[in-house]
């Protein structure tokens, strides 16, 4: 790093965006390529400052569109350096081609994804259609739940993006303004601290490097193209090892630990919920309040969405009697995803707890205590008839009449 | 320090050292090649080559085989200008870093793409390139038409020609709209070089490739590229229609240095009628039924007026 040192204190009051911009700063990346979209804006604005003060020395291409900034960041990573962009919601749309282009070309870019809702009707606020969209890109996808994660876990995601086993981009998603705006106290590292665990950047096939002239982004066709999206899978399932690896070097460093699947109160839960963001944070404080009435309750959450950890998360789940999957995106004509996943996982299990899915919080609508407990109180009902209180799927928290799977 | 290769004469030309290699599944006659050819034997600096989806991309990079002995990237159709992009801005962020020293001689970063991928479908990726000024040249392998994909229309379509998704027909008479003019847009972007090339002019082509890569900042190289397979005329015969394509004035060959500079490269000795260039290709066969000759007298007019045009843009220099 030949840019300033930044004199941050040990305990900074930043909101979530500023979290991934101070990841990214420390992570000394070399191409930063980005377009502007609420409410990941404050990503790249944050970015441009610490440019224009001295503490970047790396590229910051202010690109027309989020489909080119992809693709800058695409070019600038074959090319051979460290590479990340942030966005949001239809910015995330319209990079989609290239996010499947990314993965297939094996490049490890750092993508800072504040989750929000998907128009139409357009909506700024958040929910995880836009993380659900990109879930089959070939993206490793990690949730973070709070402001302090999302720092934590940027400076992680380098490592495992780049890490010569994996060498697949990594999306790190946070809800929008729940985390991305909300400014909390968070534990930093300095800048030779948190740049020296991120490391040097590993050049592979790099089109800079001419004395090895590489072609990238071949023409493939029914002879070829399978084995390479299958080796693409065996590499971002290998990741896991790598993931755990550097979620206990992060630990040494620090003291935060972090798994692959999150839980709280599980030890003697006979009911639990699975979720995505920052509802965990908010169903801690109701698991909580349950136990004190004798409910025991506990909460699942995916830390890592791809690779999906199905074992682990079966797992925890075998000594549940009822379980409700909350899905933060419009389900288009089934069960939401997350519900479909932990169906999948339980399957070869013994466990058969009665399993319902729960559409939620779209568009920024909020995920209140008292929405969380209702649907703990369902479960309860649910693990006392062995029966599902109603339908497989509902819709809470939303006006008019009850929506359910079969109540169109 | 300028990389550039002098070649003088057709002969060493044949028998330069090559990093486009002969190894590719073009179709016999395509113009993309010789094309890609006389531009990477322009210059004996270190290449980064992208290219967009099409006939270049599908015929040399088919897994496992390349016909590039040099550094390239194909992401999608519409953002080849923006790969070479990043890939330029990756080079100047490491040698600011240091990880990339003063002693290693600049690469050259060149893009590739069809009509499809720069009038069209990438226009918008190729306009913010410009915008930025990377220090780049794009290339348009412009042959009228989308070749890859069995000859659809491009707004680089010329009126009057059979497409697929415009044929002629007992009540049409093809493309109904006039192709773009990309090259006084691309000048309009406040490009440094801006040039109409040809492959069968090719000195007058090596010399502004040359000056394209002396040129810092995005160069815009807009290269005629008879297809034989959508124009319809003989594999053998693409140098002649070539021929028929400039000495017509349909393809002038010129350039504009700073947006204002307009030089005439190429003035030919017998102006041949726009009527010869038409009827060497049947994709505009159709043209020449009695009722459709009025295109053809008005095609002319447009290739005239155009022609005067230019001289009036060179001599008034503004």
Known sequence: ?408 | MSGNKVIKNLKSFSTAAERFEGSHVLCPGCAHSIIVREILNATNDNLVVSASTGCLEVCTAIYPHTSWDCSWIHIGFENSSTAVAGAEAMNKALRKKGRIGADVPEPKFVAFGGDGATYDIGFQWLSGCFERGHDMMYVCLDNEVYANTGGQRSSATPIGASATTSPAGSTSYGEKQNKKDIIQIMAAHGSPYVAQVAPNKWKDMIKKIHRGFDTKGPVYINAMSACTTEWKFAPHETIEVSDLATDSLVFPLYEIIDGTELNITYRPKNIVPVRDYLGAQPRFKHLFKPEYEYLIKEWQERVDAYWEYLQRREEARV
């Open chain 1, 1 to 408: 790093m030949n840019s300033k040192i930044m004199d941050i204190k040990k305990i900074e009051v930043w909101d979530g965006n500023m979290a991934a911009s101070q990841a990214f700063r420390q992570a000394d990346i070399d191409v930063v390529a980005a377009y502007p979209i609420t409410p990941s804006t404050p990503v790249v604005e944050n970015y441009a400052t610490f440019e224009a003060n001295g503490y970047i020395d790396g590229e910051f291409v202010m690109v027309e569109s989020e489909h080119a900034a992809m693709s800058a960041c695409v070019g600038a990573a074959a090319a051979g350096g460290r590479v990340a962009t942030a966005t949001s919601s239809q910015g995330f749309a319209l990079m989609v081609e290239v996010l499947y282009q990314a993965a297939g070309m094996r490049l490890p870019i750092v993508l800072a994804q504040v989750n929000r809702a998907l128009a139409a009707p357009l909506n700024v606020n958040g929910d995880h259609s836009d993380m659900y969209l990109g879930r089959d890109s070939g993206w490793i996808n990690v949730s973070t739940f709070s402001p302090q994660e999302v720092y934590d876990l940027t400076l992680c995601a380098f490592k495992i993006a780049e890490h010569l086993d994996v060498r697949l981009p990594v999306n790190i998603n946070q809800d929008g303004f729940m985390s991305s705006h909300t400014a909390q106290n968070i534990r930093t590292l300095d800048d030779k601290t948190a740049c020296d665990f991120v490391g040097p950047y590993k050049a592979v096939n790099a089109m800079l490097d001419f004395s090895k002239p590489v072609t990238h982004g071949v023409q493939t066709e029914e002879d070829w193209h399978f084995e390479h999206k299958a080796k693409q899978h065996n590499a971002i399932m290998r990741s896991v090892k790598v993931i755990d690896a550097v979620f206990a070097e992060f630990k040494a460093l620090t003291g935060r630990e972090y798994k692959r699947v999150e839980s709280y109160g599980m030890e003697d839960a006979e009911i639990a919920i699975v979720a995505f963001g920052t509802t965990y944070e908010t169903a801690k404080i109701v698991v909580d309040n349950l136990k004190k009435e004798g409910i025991n309750a506990g909460i699942i959450a995916p830390r890592i969405f791809r690779p999906f950890p199905l074992e682990e998360l079966a797992a925890q789940l075998q000594n549940v009697k009822a379980v409700a999957c909350l899905d933060r995106s419009a389900p288009g004509g089934t069960v939401g995803a997350l519900y479909n996943e932990i169906a999948g996982a339980l399957f070869n299990s013994p466990a058969r707890p009665v399993l319902s899915n729960v559409i939620y919080g779209l568009g920024g609508r909020d995920m209140t205590v008292s929405v969380l407990t209702g649907i703990y109180k369902d479960l309860v009902k649910e693990a006392a008839t062995g029966k599902l209180n109603g339908t497989i799927q509902r819709f809470v928290g939303v006006r008019g009449p009850e929506l359910n799977y079969y109540n169109a």
